[in-house]
């Protein structure tokens, strides 16, 4: 206890015995042995109010044991079931909930990882794709200041993600890998990645790249095969051998058909070989008659226009060339769309040329953007001339009903830099994103379209993309979704399609290893976004005649539906809204392909690495006591004993309650019967 609070109770003491006294021994008419009562009832009630008041505490100290926590991370993915130990996994986990003295030395928390990472519900080892690295670095977050030592139960083989072995260079946790999988190597040829472009030009020859691979002590001979539709496009015979392990091959396929067109890769098997799934791999790509020229004009040297072409021509449907306004008159019209990248006064002749052509164009303005002479060129958009700029940033607009535009994060995207001042259209425009200031959201267009007399018109009002691109890199370790959005962009400006109030966002074709999903949006008769709707699809496999009907399901200001379900084949398939008689049809193609079905062995190699580099330890299903009694006997997982403080009341504030107004009601009830007022 403190020393004031200390010196407060002595002072409430104080002044309690006198008022006491002063009450029934000073200047009282009658003077009786039971005022000595009467007094120290006072100085107890008294006493007790300002206790009360003054609320005396004191330290109280807890002690506990902490013990280290064990994380135990068990791989989900279907390779694991493929090689047959889906039930040993399932054993090792019975084993560390059944072990007590593990229990006893850990707290331990379990985990499943895939082509994901969570806590352990269920084990189905139906995941199609594995990274390890992603695990680990989701376990590391999870244990950032804590002892945490992880038995990653698994076979060790990544389909994707960084490299897990070297990761471990850098962990804050030992790592133990208990190996599911056979670790004794076999004769085996295996097809590795197939590199291939997505489209393909009718009548062209497009290039195929094939990593293949050969595990084993012989030269062996095979043959390299390529087919489509029954035909046989390309083969050849191939050798490997201990000193000619991997091979890379490079082959053009001709492309004669328009659409999605299937392609399957073999390699035959030698005699000895165990594995034969990882010998046949599919791709498909889509063969097109038509490309999307796009002319890029500017006056600046830019980082947003290097940005562009990089993004536009990632759909290798599109090309981009640039050019100045000075030689841009002569080229307009080879093009089937204009980007103007910070207009200016030397525009004044490309504006003409496009009016007269009624060329759909993209106009990005921001720090270096003439508008003086931009709001004399044309008539679909007025700036108020104010000569400076400010920061903004993005706010989706959900009732954008030009195409679908998914969330990519454009709130937590840095600020695009744009003139100040107020922006009008003269024309009906569809805003996509709007301008915000802080947390301040205000009604000025950052990204608008406009459609007039057939002619299309898209305008970026800040400069500064290259930022938003290099940021949704950082959130999502590649560039596809931002570049998605800018290829939705072009898509629409350079098409002349009617608006439609149900607008649908697929591929026409997807792999069995990946995600199956399409995006939906629907608008009300104004062209508001309506999230009251019930869209549906119904898709028809082609060879089978079986038909499917999913609802589609609203997330933020789009309808989306998951299709992993779906058999590898041919789709055909119808999106309907109902009571609105709206539907829009289209088709895709699940090629099949698994490729946790690639693996024959554990992948001891990598798993040693990682167990090295984390001073961890190798162990496999039959040596689990082994590493139960080393965990448990490790030095450096001992559990912590920790102390609270904490201050704690010295009296119950309702006890002491409840003794005041007995002492308050014992007082005057013997003064009552002592004939006192």
């Known amino acids: 206890m403190q020393t004031e609070t200390l010196l407060l109770i002595i002072g409430a003491a104080i002044l309690s015995l006198g008022v006491a006294v002063f009450q029934y021994f000073y200047r009282v008419k009658y003077k009786s042995k039971r005022n000595q009562v009467y007094a120290f009832l006072r100085f107890l009630t008294i006493f007790g109010l300002l206790l009360l008041l003054i609320n005396p505490k004191y330290e109280q100290v807890s002690y506990y044991t902490e013990k280290p926590s064990l994380a135990v991370a068990v791989d989900n993915s279907s390779s694991i079931a493929h090689l047959g130990y889906d039930g040993v996994s399932q054993d090792v986990i019975s084993r560390f909930r ?42 590391e977050d999870i244990y950032t200041t804590d002892v945490a030592p992880v038995v990653l139960v698994t076979d060790g083989n990544q389909t994707y993600g960084e490299a897990y072995q070297y990761l471990g260079q850098n962990y804050s946790q030992q790592v133990y890998p208990v190996i599911l999988g056979d670790t004794i190597i076999y004769d085996d040829l295996k097809l590795g990645q197939i590199n291939v472009n997505r489209y393909a030009y009718i009548n062209n020859k497009f290039p195929v790249e094939i990593f293949a691979s050969y595990n084993g002590k012989a030269t062996v001979q095979s043959v390299l095969t390529i087919r489509s539709g029954g035909k046989t496009l390309h083969k050849q015979s191939v050798n490997f051998s201990p000193d000619n392990a991997s091979q890379i091959f490079n082959i053009e396929v001709p492309a004669t058909q328009v659409g999605v067109r ?62 100045k306004p000075s030689d841009a008159i002569s080229k307009i019209n080879e093009y089937e769309l204009i980007i103007l990248y910070q207009p200016d006064a030397s525009f004044n002749d490309v504006y003409k040329q496009l009016e007269t052509l009624a060329k759909n164009s993209i106009t990005i303005t921001g720090e270096y953007t003439g508008w003086n002479a931009i709001n004399k060129f044309q008539k679909t958009i007025t700036q108020e001339i104010t000569g400076q700029t400010e920061e903004v940033q993005a706010r989706l607009n959900p009732n954008f009903s030009a195409f679908v535009i998914e969330d990519i994060g454009f709130e937590d995207f840095p600020p ?52 938003w691109r290099a940021q949704s890199f950082v959130d999502k370790r590649d560039f596809k979704s931002f570049d998605n959005f800018i290829d939705n962009l072009v898509q629409y ?38 999230a009251r709707a019930k869209v549906s699809i119904k898709v028809i496999n082609q060879e089978s005649k079986k038909l499917t009907e999913i609802p589609l399901l609203l997330k933020k200001n789009t309808y989306q539906v998951d299709m992993n379900n779906l058999e590898p084949g041919s789709y055909k398939f119808t999106v309907s809204v109902a009571d609105q008689g709206i539907a829009r049809s289209g088709s895709f193609t699940i090629v099949p392909f698994d490729i946790e079905q690639q693996f024959l062995n554990a992948n001891v190699k990598q798993l040693q690495l990682l167990a090295s580099h984390t001073d961890g330890g190798l162990y496999n299903p039959v040596s689990l006591d082994k590493l139960i009694t080393s965990l448990v006997a490790d030095n450096r ?36 019967y002592n004939g006192l007022t």
Not at 429 to 455: C, F, H, K
Not at 645 to 663: H, M, Q, R, T
């Open 416 to 467: 695009l830099v744009a003139a100040f001042g107020e922006t009008r259209f003269n024309t009906n425009a569809d805003i996509a994103l709007s301008q915000s200031i802080g947390l301040v959201e205000t009604s000025q267009p950052l990204i608008a379209t406009t459609e007039d007399s057939g002619r299309r018109e898209v305008y970026i009002l800040g400069e500064g993309l290259w930022k």
């Open 637 to 672: 997982y001992k559990p912590i004993q920790k102390s609270t403080k904490n201050s704690v009341p010295f009296i119950d504030w309702k006890l002491l309650l409840a003794i005041l107004a007995l002492l308050l009601a014992l007082e005057w009830f013997m003064r009552k």
């Open 98 to 139: 059944e072990s007590v003295k593990l229990n006893d030395a850990f707290d331990i928390q379990y985990y499943q990882f895939g082509d994901d990472f969570k806590s352990l519900d269920s084990l189905s080892f139906t995941n199609k794709q594995t990274n390890i690295s992603n695990a680990l670095r989701g376990l």
């Open 262 to 323: 299937q392609y399957s890769v073999s390699l035959v098997p030698v005699a000895s070989e165990k594995n034969k799934s990882n010998n046949y791999k599919n791709f498909a790509i889509e063969v097109i008659d038509q490309k999307t020229n796009v002319l890029l004009i500017s006056n600046i040297v830019h980082p947003d226009v290097g940005m562009l072409k990089k993004s536009i021509e990632s759909n290798r449907l599109r090309t981009v060339t640039f050019t």
């Open 493 to 530: 400006a350079a098409s002349n399609k009617k608006k439609s109030r149900l607008n649908l966002d697929y591929e026409s074709f997807y792999y069995g290893n990946k995600a199956v999903m399409l995006y939906a949006q629907y608008f009300d008769k104004n062209y508001n976004f309506d």
